[in-house]
């Protein structure tokens, strides 16, 4: 391995480096639209087996629960015409958005933890990155807009129908997707049209753009953080669109006279202000914590929590707090189990 250096930093994995002399006449050789890597190395959570296996069994254990817990929300508002409402038609686009969040990082990282492997292909670090952000800005473009619809349930309650129709339910929920999918187009096209010299090892179990930026070219870096800029910018705005949301619900709930009313306007905004504030604190806490001073095991529970938790957490916040949804999982539950007994006359 006459290019290869064992780091003491980092026990996982071995550092590709390329001699310090050539590396910046490296990087001006490349080609424009090709990759000095081939693949990248991830983070090994440890070099011991049975750890890894634990390790294993700990992340299955948090897919299949996020994964049952959004499947059976999907399959609840989809089968139940009582569930046929705005509400529940982007809590369903949520749900899909939690599953494809974390299918994007979970599978891989069991996969590496049961072979003990810790390499990612270049064209699977792409697709990771390219979902991963598609899903996170979708996700929380949905939730603006679930901002919106309770603004006009509570607020606007004669002129809901017509404003929150099946039509223009549709044309935002699909906005959200098209902003989603154009940011992440942008952030990934930038990110992997161009080079990467400084080695190949990302300091994280799935690839990030922002661990990938200590990899990149110093044009590249400069044209991602102006990309950056502009996505911040983006959720900023839902942000602060969600917040004039919440000021006008306030307000108009602290009007009613009936304590009743308010607590069922209450009710009805406590489950989506939780799941808003558990996106947006994990969110900040990952990417504006000081970095340099933090050690790897920090970063690698900031990115745990902002892009596993929210999906596995999501299911139980709506089902705890809606009891319609509540009882059309359970009814679901219900008749999954006893078709699969092939008793269905049991399911009633």
């Not at 002399?21 to 490349?30: A, D, H, M, N, R």
């Not at 634990?54 to 948090?62: A, D, E, H, K, S």
């Not at 974390?102 to 292909?121: D, F, G």
């Amino acid at each position: 391995m006459d290019n290869e250096l064992y780091d003491e930093s980092k026990p996982w994995a071995f550092v590709s480096v390329i001699p310090s002399v050539g590396s910046s006449l490296y990087c001006e050789e490349e080609m424009s639209n090709q990759s000095s890597v081939s693949e990248f190395i991830l983070m090994r959570f440890s070099d011991a087996w049975e750890l890894q296996i634990l390790y294993f069994v700990m992340f299955l254990v948090i897919y299949l629960s996020a994964l049952m817990g959004n499947l059976l929300i999907i399959m609840a508002v989809v089968f139940d015409h009582n569930l046929h409402n705005p509400m529940n038609f982007f809590l369903m686009n949520l749900s899909i958005l939690d599953v494809g969040t974390i299918s994007i990082m979970v599978p891989k990282a069991m996969a590496n933890s049961l072979m003990n492997t810790t390499t990612v292909s270049y064209a699977g670090c792409a697709t990771q990155v390219f979902f991963f952000i598609f899903f996170l800005g979708a996700d929380f473009s949905v939730l603006t807009i679930m901002a919106y619809d309770h603004y006009v349930v509570i607020c606007k309650p004669l002129h809901y129908e017509m404003v929150m129709n099946r039509r223009s339910c549709v044309q935002m929920a699909s906005s959200a997707w098209v902003v989603g999918i154009l940011n992440s187009t942008m952030h990934t096209w930038n990110m992997f049209a161009f080079t990467f010299c400084e080695g190949n090892v990302v300091d994280l179990f799935f690839c990030e753009i922002p661990q990938l930026l200590k990899l990149s070219r110093s044009d590249t870096y400069f044209r991602e953080l102006f990309l950056l800029f502009f996505s911040f910018s983006l959720i900023f705005f839902c942000f602060i669109l969600i917040v004039a949301s919440y000021i006008q619900i306030f307000s108009a709930v602290l009007r009613i006279s009936s304590e009743q009313g308010r607590h069922k306007a209450f009710s009805t905004c406590l489950p989506h202000l939780i799941v808003v504030s558990l996106f947006v604190f994990s969110s900040t806490f990952a990417y504006f914590k000081p970095t340099s001073q933090s050690p790897l095991v920090l970063d690698l529970i900031a990115a745990a929590i902002y892009s596993v938790v929210p999906p596995m957490m999501n299911p139980i916040i709506y089902s705890m707090r809606n009891k319609e949804i509540l009882a059309a999982m359970k009814k679901l539950a219900h008749c999954q189990f006893f078709s699969a007994l092939q008793v269905p006359f049991l399911c009633q």
